[in-house]
């Protein structure tokens, strides 16, 4: 029986391409790896030449991606993401089109979130979306602590002082964390990671839902095989709901979005909202870019006058090789590239239950597996 071809676009980086690749060709997948995003390209040849297939291209640029995913009209049941890599709708046509021995089925992302594909037009191509969300929840929940203590206590800017051989002291003794209120939009599994962490520092944690309570999901840790790395649940209070987006804006020292990106959280922030916030209060998102209005908060943050001090910002509307955003330059903005859920164990556990999500669907066992759908 002829295996199953997944087209590997950017794999899991360092040692972790190992594990990846063993855990895909044990479930029995023809494996194509790109090479464009591992750093020892002519080492993963040495290692893996035999057992997989080889290929090398810009994974952001459509037409080279569509061209890899169909040479030679053989194409690839599965296509398996880490970066989000943009796939439209122009792309699951051609990767799907009659005559292609082996058109697409399946597209995986080893990550939270599939705002990178059109899921309208996979339905229309009968293509199933699954990601591995939770997989990185403790990473991007420790990663939003950092944000809000580096702007707390003003890290930074002692950081860049001493430097310079300067030696700063503080001119307003800053408040301690258990003094403030922090006010959480999107209590999912990183919003409930990151509210017991801020818990259990004494901080008030309050959460604002766009969704009514309802009964979770069975979790995806509770899906993958014990061989899978998996994170450590948060522990301690649950956050005190508020009901009012503009009254959690309000009443809120630090505000950290961990909300998914939709059509109906498109620009959630804006103006208006950033208007609303207390004054001295931070911003926190490692949750999307277009979840908040980047030139509004540009606005806000070179306001003296605004109640807005600062923002740490890990997701922007434009990354990568279109990287560019009006926060730049801006000393109150802390910007990072979207590297908030990067860490070993987050890593390779979206990258495993990622190919394991891959692998049942592929033989029809979608039961358990997180599919998501337009």
């Known amino acids: 029986m002829e295996r199953s071809r997944v087209l590997l676009v950017d794999a899991a980086p360092g040692a972790l391409l190992g594990q990846e690749l063993e855990r895909l060709l044990g479930h029995g997948l023809a ?25 090398d291209f810009d994974p952001f640029d459509e037409a080279a991606l569509l061209a ?10 599965a296509v398996k993401s880490r970066a989000g890599v943009p796939l439209r709708a122009a792309f699951l046509a051609g990767a799907t089109r009659p005559g292609l021995a082996h058109p697409l089925r399946v597209i995986g992302r080893a990550g939270a979130g599939t705002d990178h594909v059109e899921l309208a037009a996979a339905a229309r191509h009968g293509v199933t979306v699954t990601h591995t969300p939770g997989s990185n929840a403790d990473a991007v929940a420790e990663f939003a602590l950092a944000q809000l203590l580096a702007l707390t206590r003003g890290l930074r800017s002692y950081d860049e002082a001493a430097h310079r051989g300067e030696w700063r ?32 520092l004494g901080m008030e944690v309050q959460a604002f839902s766009r969704r009514p309570a309802v009964a979770s999901a069975p979790a995806a840790r509770d899906l993958a095989p014990a061989s899978t790395p998996q994170p450590t649940p948060a522990s ?11 009254d959690l804006l309000a009443t809120s020292d630090v505000v ?36 908040v209005d980047e030139q509004a908060l540009a606005d806000a943050l ?15 509307e434009h990354e990568h090789a279109a990287f560019a955003s009006p926060l730049f330059g801006l000393p109150n903005a802390l910007l990072t590239p979207h590297v908030a859920g990067m860490t070993r164990t987050a890593m390779a556990t979206a990258a495993l239950r990622c190919a394991d999500h891959i692998a049942a669907l592929l033989a029809g066992r979608p039961e358990g597996i997180p599919v998501v759908t337009a």
Do not use: C, K, Q, Y
């Open 68 to 77: 890899e995913t169909v040479r030679d009209g053989l194409g690839h049941h």
């Open 256 to 291: 950290s979005l961990h909300l998914p990106l939709t059509p109906e959280t498109r620009g959630l922030i804006g103006r208006a909202e950033l208007a609303l916030m207390r004054p001295g209060a931070i911003l926190l998102n490692t949750a999307r870019g277009g979840i």
């Open 236 to 246: 301690g209070p649950a956050p005190r709901p508020n009901r009012s987006l503009p």
């Open 302 to 316: 070179r306001d003296p006058a605004h109640p807005l001090a600062a923002a740490a910002v890990d997701t922007f």
């Open 169 to 200: 002291a503080a001119t307003a003794p800053p408040e301690e964390l258990s003094e403030l209120t922090l006010g959480i939009v999107g209590p999912g599994r990183i919003g409930r990671a990151l509210a017991g962490r801020a818990s259990a």
């Open 31 to 55: 494996v194509t790896l790109n090479l464009r995003r591992v750093a020892d390209g002519a080492g993963a040849r040495a290692d893996w030449g035999g057992r997989v297939d080889f290929t």
